[in-house]
């Protein structure tokens, strides 16, 4: 008997990037570029790392 394997898409990587770049246009407006970059980076990886690992998690659960 064969199984498909589908693959489901993958949203949690998207966090960072969105962060990053509201970050930078929200430090454009204010006038300092690096502030949001900086900002943007440090709300975005926490998001990133947290929904990878209940990501990994879930598919863990369904291999099983």
Do not use: D
């Amino acid at each position: 008997m064969t199984e498909k394997s589908t693959r489901t898409y993958s949203w949690w990587w998207a966090f960072l990037p969105i962060c990053l770049a509201l970050g930078t246009a929200g430090g454009a407006l204010l006038g300092n570029v690096g502030v949001g970059l900086s900002f943007g980076t440090a709300v975005g990886t926490p998001l990133n790392l947290i929904f990878y690992q209940l990501y990994r998690k879930k598919n863990q659960n369904h291999q099983a």
